[in-house]
């Protein structure tokens, strides 16, 4: 699991003069020269975080070199697929290396409320301790922490607690201290380099060391892979890595290699539980901060950052919100494979929506988007495990706010909790807001089907306006080679609005406005097996027609049909049309009138009719 961008700000708090950077720019490495000699006993420390089952290829060539590790464990993962096992770490340990705590889910602390925070803490030591290891040594996810998580750590019964990028390397710190002093100034935040990933080199590596020992001290170096390919960045080469074993096995007797508790010492303190997670609501809205209106260090309170594979994810807090003040942007680029999502913190209960194995769940969030997008759901289990669940369809892209709407399969045996949030799976820029998740079976019932004769169409004239240049209710939609551009314009049939549709460049598909795709809070509601009258005013300089889809049994929406074409009209004119048998399982309607070449086109006055009790034309 990758930094979160609080681990930038930790890199911040480091003041560097101009000067002081524009000499090691310069320079480079002949910058960083030290003697081959130690000035003062100097320790190496060889860390490893998350657990990854990649790992053991290190582990294996330690052992070759009689070097002892210290891996960090994120006990909710171990024995789940790509991490470590239980009979893993019973090896490690054999082997004389440390096994220390790294939380149960790898949250970052500083935004969960405290008895969260400290349930990740203790807990993790506590089914560590549980498997048989003595846990003294704590690594804080994504070098996240302040005085409270320093103190948290403490009271759970661990010796000490190591950040990242408070040392110097050619990539970051400069002007930082060379080494850790032992013993640390502060044992919950024991200062370490940057994280080595794929542009640390076996010279880098080294030179670590010998500017540690320039000074004498500590020097921590942190892995995540060691795999001889990976698309995760945070990786170092099997060969790599053995060659800097080897080189750290041959250096002076002064500089040596121990593991974390080695350097700290201390006594094994008893395990402590974190706090028990207190009943949690099963009706109404399940998120928690689901506005994202409650930030901890600028980022919203109970919700983490989530992605894979290989591409660019920056995540920042906007204002304002569809709601409030604050909403969360995404921008990917450099994308290859993978995803990019930001969720409810998966976490033991704290934060994370709760949930009922067989039940299933109606999630929505509103959203802006260049590119498509779609739901990304986990569930939790056992210990504090989190484990991909499904997606929904996907969503097209939106330029203002719309309503992404599905209903979750019911949910697996064993299960406690749910996460899900919107995704982005190539390059673009995702904008969300207003998430809510509810138990379908607390759900109030269905309202009951309005008297024949009514216009199911909200917002029908246009006069409401919504969020940005689009009327409320409804949204801009099209596909192909064409550039679309929607306007509200005071040429109304009745009342102030009318839409205007501009089409240029024509190439293929349409382009058109219509009732929005939502989970039925816009969206005209339609029974199954009835017949509808489409009715919509229009003047257009070409030929127009409807466009007609329908949200199906899963909540997805799915192209159903098209009118034959209306005739290009100087003047209001009523677009008419009845549709076909509306197909099983099938629960709403949206159409609109269309531009499938180049043209302009006006609409007003939409309605939507059950042809049992429709008015006459």
């Not at 096994?99 to 803490?121: C, F, N, Y």
């Not at 990786?235 to 080695?262: G, H, S």
């Not at 209106?293 to 591409?311: F, I």
Request: hydrophobic share 35%.
């Amino acid at each position: 699991m990758g930094p979160a961008r609080r681990m930038i700000g930790k890199l911040a708090q480091t003041v560097v003069t101009v000067l002081g950077i524009v000499a090691l720019a310069v320079s480079g490495v002949a910058a960083l020269a030290f003697p081959a000699q130690a000035a003062g006993p100097t320790v190496v420390s060889l860390t490893f975080d998350d657990g990854n089952a990649d790992q053991m290829t290190a582990a294996q060539i330690m052992n070759n070199y009689g070097l002892d590790g210290t891996f960090y464990i994120t006990s909710g993962v171990i024995s789940t697929p790509n991490y470590l096992t239980v009979a893993n770490l019973q090896s490690l340990a054999a082997n004389g290396h440390e096994i220390a705590g790294h939380t149960v889910t790898h949250p970052d602390l500083v935004t969960l409320p405290a008895d969260e925070a400290t349930r990740q803490v203790c807990n993790d030591r506590v089914n560590l301790t549980n498997w048989g290891f003595a846990v003294t040594s704590f690594a804080y996810p994504f070098a996240s922490s302040n005085a409270t998580t320093e103190g948290t750590v403490k009271n759970c019964g661990y010796n000490s607690a190591r950040g990242l990028g408070d040392i110097q390397t050619r990539f970051s710190c400069a002007g930082c201290a060379l080494a850790e002093t032992i013993p640390p100034a502060n044992a919950y935040n024991t200062a370490a380099p940057d994280q080595v990933d794929n542009n640390w080199s076996l010279a880098d590596l080294q030179r670590s060391v010998t500017q540690a020992e320039s000074v004498g001290g500590w020097i921590q170096l942190t892995f995540h892979h060691i795999a001889a390919s990976s698309a995760d960045p945070l990786n170092v080469t099997p060969t790599v890595f053995q060659q800097f074993a080897a080189w750290l096995k041959a250096r002076p007797a002064t500089t040596t290699v121990k593991t974390v508790d080695q350097v700290i010492g201390g006594t094994v303190k008893p395990a402590v539980s974190g706090p028990a997670v207190p009943p949690q609501p099963t009706s109404g809205n399940l998120v928690k901060n689901p506005s994202l209106e409650t930030l901890v260090g600028g980022v919203p309170q109970c919700w983490q950052e989530g992605g894979y594979g290989t591409n660019s994810r920056t995540f920042t807090t906007v204002s304002p919100g569809r709601t409030g003040s604050v909403a969360e942007r995404l921008v990917v680029t450099g994308y290859v494979n993978g995803d990019a999502k930001f969720l409810p913190s998966l976490d033991l209960g704290g934060c994370s929506p709760t949930a009922t194995p067989g039940h299933t769940y109606q999630l929505g969030a509103w959203y802006k988007s260049t590119a498509n997008t779609q739901f990304a759901l986990y569930y939790r289990t056992g210990v504090g495990s989190w484990v991909y669940w499904t997606s929904s369809p996907w969503f097209g892209p939106a330029t203002t706010f719309q309503k992404a709407s599905w209903t979750t399969p019911a949910l697996p045996s064993g299960a406690s909790g749910i996460s899900f949030g919107l995704n982005l799976f190539s390059n673009g820029t995702l904008t969300t807001d207003d998430y809510e998740m509810t138990d379908t079976a607390s759900s109030p019932p269905p309202p009951p089907p309005p008297p024949a004769g009514t216009n199911l169409v909200q917002n029908a004239s246009l006069e409401t306006a919504g969020a940005g240049s689009t009327p409320q209710c409804w949204q801009t939609a099209g596909f192909g080679s064409n550039t679309a551009s929607f306007s509200t314009v005071s040429t109304a049939r009745t009342g102030t609005k009318a839409e205007r549709l501009v089409v240029s460049n024509y190439s293929s598909g349409d382009a058109k406005l219509l009732p929005t795709l939502d989970a039925g809070s816009c969206a005209p509601a339609a029974a199954a097996g009835r017949t509808y009258s489409l009715r919509a005013w229009y003047t257009s300089t070409t030929v127009t027609q409807f466009a007609v889809y329908y949200r199906n049994s899963a909540g997805t929406w799915v192209y159903w049909t098209s009118s034959p074409w209306f005739a290009a009209a100087g003047s209001y004119t009523q677009a008419t049309f009845t549709t076909p048998a509306l197909p099983a399982g099938a629960t709403a309607i949206s159409f609109g009138l269309n531009l499938f070449r180049n043209g302009t086109l006006v609409t007003d006055d939409y309605a939507m009719y059950d042809t049992i009790g429709a008015p006459s034309l």
